[in-house]
């Protein structure tokens, strides 16, 4: 009987009598407020690392796992060679690097060779096996040999569940050994997956500016900067994949992203380029080229920002421009100007709105444009379909919902079938929530909520927006029948924790495949909240 099961049985037990026949679900969740008389049956008054099942009862956790983009511990494969002719005094020893004096493959040894009776052959347990290993090949360490092979190289085939099992743990350890945390110091302050490949944020080892990091099977690899070029009098369109020339200095680069900020293209169009990485730097004032054509004049020297240490991340991953390819990554951390990534090709462009402190909030993609929350309350929409621009000639405005914004909440009106034309935007603040519906210029901003807003970074939607407030775990559900939305408060099984979890939630997640909310706190645990047909089922800590 497990930790969970006896306390839920514990707990009904307390509560009525009982016999050991009589059977009821595990179900409810945590309920720290009830008095033992007044629990339900199957629910808990503690647990250690379970969380409400949305097929009903309870589960493990799965677990954690670090990841830097090597081989997870727990898909790390191990591998086995059969050998004979054996110089016992040669044998490796686990760490030891192996090598096929014919194949010239190479694995690293996991554990002491499995022996038979003779002493003289056996059977090598390794891991990064490369290259294919023949039979009939001698196998040595450095320059020792220590027996040949009598069998190709197999993997994950032991002949026991129970080798099977020692050999899986001893390459999970040693793929665990590979795995690096993300190079600099600090916190962590960012974590995002974007077209299937994790991306983490962190002070470097100064802390005077953030990298940003991408798993990659060599472990964590630093994206590298992108010089940005300012550019006026721009005569010719540049499009992005254009090489440039310099006439004065006669340096070439790559353009991966063109900024337009003002004016037009064949007389006073102004605004910035995005180089690739590693591009040299321009003469200030010099005409460029594409070919042989005049296209616009330097505005100063092509220099990679700066991004300033210290911040808390939040991102979206949309696409804004209709082209299957052209889905992109938008980040924005309070310490600097927001900004827009795309992994190929891959370039890292400043999204600069022209206000006096840029350096944004929180974000949300919504009816085709970026919208961006300041300090002070005051909320921008990019130009529609062209996130990087933020001009009242094409659409861009601020509004303000009094208050600091804690979040944005993307949402649908369900009494409608066109997403475009019906979604609604809730702007969180932190003692009331607003929205906005409507186009521009004619955005519709008002009240729903003006005694409930949201703490920030708690926002989540997993078929209906969650987020953490003064009242505890709230939700705004979509009203089918009246094609509105309401909310609804559901924390009150755990009220008592709830001061607690306010002082110290830090961010949160999803899991769509389990149907779980996440709360994380910033001592390390987290408060996992399940649900079922948009329904809480359930909340453990």
């Not at 009776?117 to 347990?125: K, S």
Request: glycine share 12%.
């Amino acid at each position: 009987m497990d930790l969970v099961t006896a306390r839920a049985q514990i707990g009904r037990r307390r509560g009525s009598m009982v016999n050991d026949r009589d059977y009821f679900a595990l179900t409810g969740g945590l309920n720290s407020e009830a008095t033992p008389l007044q629990l339900k049956p199957g629910e808990l008054i503690g647990g250690v690392n379970y969380e409400c099942n949305s097929l009903g009862g309870y589960r493990r956790f799965k677990g954690y796992e670090r990841f830097d983009g090597h081989t997870a511990p727990s898909a790390a494969p191990y591998y086995l060679i059969s050998f004979g002719s054996g110089v016992p005094a040669s044998y490796p020893v686990p760490g030891n690097t192996v090598t096929g004096a014919t194949s010239a493959a190479t694995g690293i040894v996991l554990l002491a060779p499995v022996l038979d009776g003779t002493g003289l052959a056996g059977t090598l347990v390794m891991a990064r096996v490369s290259g294919t290993f023949v039979s009939g090949e001698n196998l040595s360490v450095g320059a020792s040999v220590f027996g040949a092979s009598t069998s190709a190289v197999s993997s994950n085939s032991a002949p026991t569940d129970i080798q099977d099992t020692t050999y899986f743990l001893a390459a999970s350890a040693d793929a665990r050994t590979l795995i690096n945390a993300v190079p600099g110091s600090g916190p962590i302050r960012g974590v995002v997956e974007y077209n299937g490949i994790a991306y983490a944020f962190r002070d470097n080892v100064g802390a005077t500016a953030i990298g940003m990091y991408k798993e990659t099977a060599a472990g964590w690899t630093q994206v590298p900067a992108f010089p940005i070029l300012y550019f006026v009098a721009g005569l010719s369109l540049i499009n992005e994949g254009d090489t440039i020339t310099g006439v004065t200095s006669t340096n070439t680069a790559i353009v991966r992203r063109v900024v337009l900020q003002s004016g037009v293209w064949g007389s006073t169009a102004a605004g910035f380029l995005v180089l690739a990485s590693g591009s040299p730097a321009f003469v200030n004032a010099e005409t460029i080229q594409v070919g042989a054509t005049n296209c616009a004049t330097t505005a100063g020297t092509a220099v990679a920002p700066t991004i300033l240490p210290s911040g808390t991340f939040e991102f979206r991953v949309h696409n804004f421009y209709g082209n299957t390819k052209t889905t992109r990554l938008y980040m924005v951390d309070g310490k600097n100007c927001a900004y827009e990534y795309q992994d190929s090709p891959e370039f890292l462009c400043p999204i600069l709105t022209g206000t006096p402190v840029d350096v944004p909030i929180h974000l949300a993609a919504h009816r085709g444009r970026l919208w961006l929350a300041f300090q002070g309350g005051s909320i921008q929409p990019s130009s529609v379909n062209d996130p990087a621009v933020y001009s009242a000639l094409t659409g861009a405005a601020e509004l303000s919902i009094g208050e600091e914004v804690t979040g944005f909440l993307e949402e649908q009106n369900p009494s409608q079938n066109t997403y475009y034309s019906t979604a609604t935007l809730f702007i969180m603040g932190a003692v009331s929530t607003h929205t906005l519906t409507g186009d521009g210029p004619n955005w519709i901003l008002g009240p729903f909520a003006t005694e409930v807003g949201s703490n920030p970074f708690t926002i989540q939607r997993l078929g209906q927006g969650i987020f953490l407030n003064a009242r505890g775990f709230s939700s705004l559900l979509a009203a089918q029948s009246y094609g509105n939305f309401k909310m609804s408060s559901f924390s009150n099984k755990i009220d008592s924790l709830m001061t607690e979890i306010r002082s110290r939630a830090v961010c949160s997640s999803v899991s769509k495949e389990r149907s779980l909310y996440r709360l994380f706190m910033n001592d390390g645990r987290f408060v996992s909240i399940g649900f079922r047909d948009n329904k809480v089922i359930g909340m453990t800590l």
